[in-house]
């Protein structure tokens, strides 16, 4: 498991993506891949048996996960784990018979999860189960613990399921491994530990990561009912007490991590605009609201923008709201390629679209918007027996003392109907 390290590694941007799925049940099989490829569309490649799996191995560098039963024809419980487990893949067992002592000498043999596949909700399970471990991939996990033995069991167990492990012995460790690494959604943190203990790094964790970008885990073999309470009081999310069985590790990282992501969408919802997926109306107006006091007090040039899509109606009354949709999901996309990092951008609403830019003013913001309606002058869509060309008109005013936000919104907005009188296609921020 890697240390720590103050610049992590990004995450790979071609993650293997293919699912092995070996089973003799063609019913099963038809449901389980259709289901796989058609919600979270990853592709399956199905075997009914070990020869046509190990050619499919064979064939192929890019597996993710197999997904597989135990009756074969041409191999027994032994072979089938052997044969996946040998070439490191990760591995869930689907069988149709409930068998104790067999489950638990493969689970001791590190596959993800044995899985009752006659049950009812258990395609539902596997498909939620893939859909989990695929995307854990992009997770990285921090374990907090004094004990080697107890970190690096953690860490195992969370490697299993595909996190990224980081580990720290000590409060002041972990600290620095979260402020280093934005991908660190999830923190197991123990409470005996020397210095700081578990509940006070609860506490200082959270002041740098709010709950809605980070899950803590508190975890101690302390037999003190008041433990619990002073854990989630501090911030922690959740609580296990050691020693913890896998399959209870496993349900708390992933219920924690579920919810991380459930807030994430619901923030998308209320912030991002449906069809662009840039910000929204609203959303940028919260961020401008802090940002222009913020760069006025400290003197820094700040510009407000305001662009709009030229002869959008046209293009909807011709071509269909369908093509309108396009151009204006080519416009945002031209917008946020153009954007630095500290830019704020936003569909403001029908065909117009917002700028907020810190440290632009005179001729640098002129080019940097002329750059910009020339990016989308080049934009071509296909459309019946030709390409539609776009174009975009640009208004632009710098932030003086006294303005408001809605001064400068006012002051942009006019530029721009400058922009769009004075024959479109035109950056005005002066005048």
């Known amino acids: 498991m890697p240390a720590i390290a103050p610049n992590p590694p990004s995450p790979s941007p071609s993650l293997p993506q293919r699912v092995l799925l070996v089973e003799n049940s063609r019913a099963f099989v038809q449901a389980v891949a259709q289901a796989i490829e058609q919600q979270l569309e990853l592709p399956v490649t199905v075997a009914s048996t070990l020869a046509e799996a190990r050619a499919a191995l064979a064939a192929h560098d890019d597996w993710f996960l197999v997904l597989t039963g135990l009756v074969l024809a041409d191999g027994d419980h032994e072979a089938v784990v052997d044969c996946f ?54 997770i990285s996990a921090l374990v907090v ?41 999830l923190a197991i943190v123990d ?45 922690a999310n959740d609580f296990l007490r050691k020693p913890y069985s896998r399959e209870e590790f496993f349900c708390r990282v992933s219920q924690n991590v579920d919810q991380l992501e459930l807030i994430g969408s619901l923030q998308d919802l209320a912030t991002r605009d449906f069809l662009t997926g840039l ?22 040039p700040l510009a407000m923008v305001m662009l709009d899509l030229d002869h959008f109606k ?36 029908g065909e117009e679209f917002c700028m907020l830019l810190p440290g ?15 990016r ?20 632009a005013c710098n932030a003086r003392i006294g303005d408001t936000l809605h001064s400068l919104l006012a002051e942009a907005d ?6 769009k009188a004075g024959g479109r296609n035109r950056v005005v921020d002066a005048g």
């Open 414 to 419: 006019r530029r721009l109907y400058l922009a």
């Open 191 to 235: 409470q005996e530990m020397p210095g700081m203990q578990g509940i006070e790094l609860t506490r200082r964790l959270r002041a740098l990561r709010a709950r809605d970008r980070m899950a803590v885990i508190g975890v101690s073999g302390r037999d003190d009912p008041g433990l619990v309470a002073r854990f989630l009081k501090n911030g």
């Open 360 to 374: 632009l003013e005179g001729q640098a913001l002129h080019d940097h918007l002329e750059d910009l309606r020339l």
């Open 279 to 300: 910000p929204n109306r609203r959303h940028f107006l919260d961020q401008a609201e802090r940002l222009v006091p913020r760069m006025r007090d400290v003197r820094q």
């Open 85 to 138: 487990l040998g070439r490191e893949l990760p591995t869930v067992v689907v069988s149709g018979v409930y068998d104790e002592e067999l489950r638990e000498r493969l689970l001791r043999r590190q596959i993800i999860d044995f899985v009752l596949k006659n049950t009812p909700g258990s395609l539902d399970y596997i498909v939620w189960l893939v859909q989990r471990l695929e995307r854990n991939r992009r």
């Open 376 to 395: 989308v002058e080049d934009l071509r869509l296909p459309v019946e027996h030709g390409e539609l060309r776009l174009s975009v008109s640009i208004g």
């Open 145 to 185: 613990d004094d004990s080697p033995s107890a970190r690096a069991h953690a860490g195992l167990l969370l490697e299993l399921f595909g996190y990224r492990v980081v580990q720290a012995p000590d409060g002041d460790r972990a600290l620095a491994a979260v402020e280093a690494d934005p991908t660190i959604r």
């Open 314 to 349: 046209h293009v909807n009354d011709t071509w269909g709201h369908e093509t309108g949709d396009r151009a204006l999901r080519a416009v945002a996309s031209a917008i946020s390629a153009h954007a630095r990092p500290q830019d704020h951008i936003a569909r403001f609403g």
